[in-house]
């Protein structure tokens, strides 16, 4: 899809891009990472080599300096494969995880990372979420002591952290101030992954996104310099907050591609199964729904591309934000189910992609922010 509204030439030049890498380098290889649990390290770099996790960072660390719409058009893209651990994967390194750094590093912290993020050479993963906490981000129990003027010891547990298995940079989050209560005292640290004191738990297996790593972590007497301090002390909720928008923007954009490959590979299939004297499409029941999985998908497809723009504007879109993840994480589930339905009992069977994309699809109403925290987000605002 392109938009003349709101994409330039250079955006829908991305778009061509990436969707030439998902057709031809992600498509033949998914089986074998699905089965792996992981998406080879190779990939990371390759998504590197053609620019796609520096889109809207600084030229001076290797980036683009393009815009939220450029995020978007990626997102889009990488949503069509099949295989939707990939997007999560390295969406989370490029959206989720490293703009941590990006807005709140110093330069030293900058320069450290950022090239070898860009490149992929470097893997991140964002780890805020605790056993028993969820969308709680205010209740997070991890903490951060400062010992002397040299360090900070964190201590505490991490779960459902995407590419937490193979990470070789975390962005943690803690309490700094145990005083403090529900918001307050919160903090952001740099967290390598080979720093005595911090373990991979176990390795999480899920419904779906299987060749996307998810893990359990622990700290323990996690002794991390001071200077990996991320951004300003006691204000990491405010950081996480305001990254949030981001996630939630860029899942839209997937789910719009995830729903508009599977409409697509449904259509394949209608029109060529017959049934009862002709082909599955000639059934009208069966056209108009399809018809109307449609309608709503480019109606939400609509609501990202506007709210990126408000973003490319600078302009306030946390409304629009939380109406997009609460839309699409339960449009997504409709627009599998229906898919899945119309292709019958093969849809049920493995080899079927509508099936893996059903089971991928089932955590967008959950991950990133419940839909009922999201729509508590936008009925404040109304």
């Not at 829908?12 to 998914?30: K, M, T, W, Y």
């Not at 969308?135 to 010992?147: H, K, Q, Y």
């Not at 946390?318 to 609460?326: D, G, H, P």
Request: hydrophobic letters at 40%; one cysteine or more; proline letters at 3%.
């Amino acid at each position: 899809m392109t938009d003349s509204v709101y994409f330039s030439d250079e955006h829908n030049i991305l778009r061509d891009q990436v969707r030439r890498f998902v057709a031809e380098e992600v498509e033949p290889h998914g089986d074998d990472w699905e089965a792996a649990r992981r998406i080879p390290r190779e990939v990371f770099r390759r998504m590197g080599e053609l620019g796609l996790f520096g889109v809207r960072y600084p030229e001076q660390y290797g980036g683009s300096d393009m815009d939220a719409l450029a995020t978007v058009v990626i997102a889009e893209e990488l949503g069509r494969t099949t295989y939707n651990g990939l997007p999560v994967s390295a969406l989370v390194h490029s959206e989720m995880a490293s703009p941590h750094l990006a807005r709140y590093g110093t330069a030293d912290q900058k320069e450290a990372y950022l090239p070898g993020i860009i490149t992929g050479e470097i893997v991140t993963a964002v780890a805020v979420t605790e056993p028993g906490g969820g969308s709680d981000v205010a209740g997070l129990r991890t903490t951060a002591t400062r010992e002397g003027n040299d360090a900070w010891v964190l201590n505490g547990s991490k779960t459902f952290i995407t590419n937490g298995v193979h990470a070789d940079v975390l962005f943690v989050a803690a309490r700094t101030d145990p005083a403090a209560k529900g918001s307050r005292g919160l903090s952001m640290f740099i967290v390598e992954r080979d720093t005595p004191g911090f373990s991979v738990t176990r390795p999480l297996e899920k419904m779906g996104w299987h060749c996307s790593d998810t893990a359990e972590l622990a700290f323990e007497d996690c002794r991390i310099p001071a200077d990996n301090l991320l951004g300003e002390e006691n204000a990491g909720f405010y950081a996480i907050m305001n990254n949030f928008q981001n996630e939630r923007l860029v899942i839209g954009a997937m789910i719009s591609g995830m729903c508009d490959r599977a409409i697509e590979l449904t259509l394949d299939y209608v029109r060529t199964r017959e049934a009862f004297g002709g082909p599955l499409w000639n059934k009208q029941a069966i056209r108009q729904r399809l018809a109307m999985l449609a309608a709503r998908v480019e109606a939400a497809r609509q609501l990202v591309h506007r709210a990126a723009w408000l973003d490319t504007r600078g302009r306030d879109c946390v409304k629009e934000v939380s109406m997009i993840k609460a839309l699409s994480g339960e449009l997504v589930n409709d627009v599998m189910y229906d898919c899945l339905q119309f292709h019958g009992g093969m849809g049920y069977m493995h080899e079927m992609p509508i099936e893996r994309m059903y089971r991928d699809a089932r955590v967008h109403a959950i991950g990133g922010g419940a839909t009922e925290v999201m729509l508590e987000e936008v009925a404040k605002r109304m």
